[in-house]
C-alpha cells in the first residue's frame, strides 16, 4: 500500500511539467478536501431478509431493537487543477458501516466446547460493525468552459479497500438441536486474522463554490461499486463461530448495495 502511495504522489508531481499554469482558482490550482460521507443503506434493508431484527446492545441488554439507519465514513484529498478542465486527485478516506449476520447456520468444529457435528442456528444477533479504508487515485474533469477547482465537475476513480471487523463484545443468541438458546460471546471471529480485501469503483459529480479567496465548499453526490475478490472458504482448527470468508460475504453484500452516498466538506486552495 505504500509503494502505491509513492507511485500515484510521483505521478502527480511529474504530470506538472505537461500542462500549463494558467488554471486555478484566485491563480491556485492545489488543494486539499476534507469532506464527510453519508449514505442510508436503504437497499440493503429491503433486499435483506429479517435484517429489522437485528439487535443492539443497550443499557446492559443483551438483544434491544435497532435498524440501520445511516453509514457514515471521511474522506481526505489532495488534488491539483492541471489544467482548466482536467485535474488529478489521490483520496485517502475511512468509513465505517454495519452489517448483519442473520438466518443462518454454521458447522463448528470439534472442541471441549461443543458436541461433534452440530449444527448451530442463530436466532438472534447485535449488528456487526466494520471499518474500511481506501487508498484512490481519481480524475477529475469539466467542459471546455470550466475553471477546476471551481465549479461543477465530475469525478472517477478506482481504488484499493482493506475492510476490518471491529473488535466488540458482541452477543449471538444460538441453538442446536440439543439444548436451549444460550448466549454466545467467545471465540465469534479470529481477529488475527482480520483484514478483508475489496476494490471500489466511483463517480462522483460535485460542485465547489467559492467561499473567499481561498477556501471552497463542497458538496456532491457518490456512486459506489465495491468488489470483493473471490476466497475459499477454509475453516479454522481453533473452532471459532463465524470463519473470516463468511464474515467476507456478509461485508460483500452490504458494501455492494452502498450504491449512493451524499459527501459535503470544505477546499483549501493554495
Not at 500542462?19 to 492545489?30: E, V, W, Y
Not at 461543477?152 to 481504488?159: A, E, F, P
Request: charged share 20%.
Amino acid at each position: 500500500m505504500r509503494i502505491y502511495i509513492v507511485f500515484i504522489l510521483t505521478l502527480l508531481s511529474f504530470s506538472t511539467c505537461l500542462f500549463a499554469q494558467n488554471n486555478g482558482f484566485m491563480g491556485k490550482n492545489n488543494f486539499i478536501s476534507a469532506d464527510i460521507r453519508v449514505y442510508a443503506p436503504i437497499i440493503y434493508r429491503l433486499s435483506t431478509s429479517d435484517v429489522n431484527s437485528v439487535y443492539n446492545k443497550t443499557e446492559g441488554r443483551n438483544f434491544t431493537p435497532k435498524s440501520n439507519v445511516l453509514d457514515y465514513g471521511f474522506n481526505l484529498t489532495i488534488g491539483k487543477a492541471m489544467s482548466r478542465n482536467f485535474g488529478l486527485m489521490l483520496q485517502i478516506s475511512s468509513s465505517r458501516y454495519d452489517f448483519a449476520v442473520i438466518d443462518n447456520q454454521y458447522s463448528l468444529n470439534p472442541s471441549e466446547f461443543y458436541n461433534d457435528g452440530n449444527y448451530y442456528q442463530v436466532l438472534k444477533t447485535n449488528w456487526l460493525r466494520a471499518k474500511v479504508t481506501t487508498i484512490m487515485p481519481i480524475l477529475e474533469f469539466t467542459g471546455s468552459e470550466g475553471l477546476l477547482p471551481l465549479g461543477l465537475s465530475h469525478q472517477i476513480g478506482l481504488g484499493f479497500s482493506k475492510n476490518k471487523l471491529i473488535e466488540d463484545d458482541y452477543n449471538f443468541l444460538i441453538t442446536d438441536t440439543y439444548s436451549q438458546p444460550f448466549i454466545q460471546k467467545e471465540n465469534l471471529y479470529d481477529y488475527s486474522k482480520n483484514g478483508i480485501k475489496s476494490y471500489a469503483i466511483m463517480y462522483k459529480i460535485n460542485m465547489r463554490i467559492p467561499i473567499n479567496d481561498f477556501l471552497l465548499f463542497n458538496l456532491g453526490f457518490r456512486y459506489n461499486i465495491n468488489y470483493f475478490p473471490k476466497v475459499y472458504r477454509s475453516y479454522s482448527t481453533k473452532n471459532y463461530l463465524i470463519e473470516n470468508s463468511e464474515i467476507r460475504d456478509y461485508m460483500r453484500k452490504k458494501e455492494f448495495r452502498n450504491i449512493l452516498s451524499l459527501e459535503t466538506g470544505l477546499s483549501f486552495c493554495f
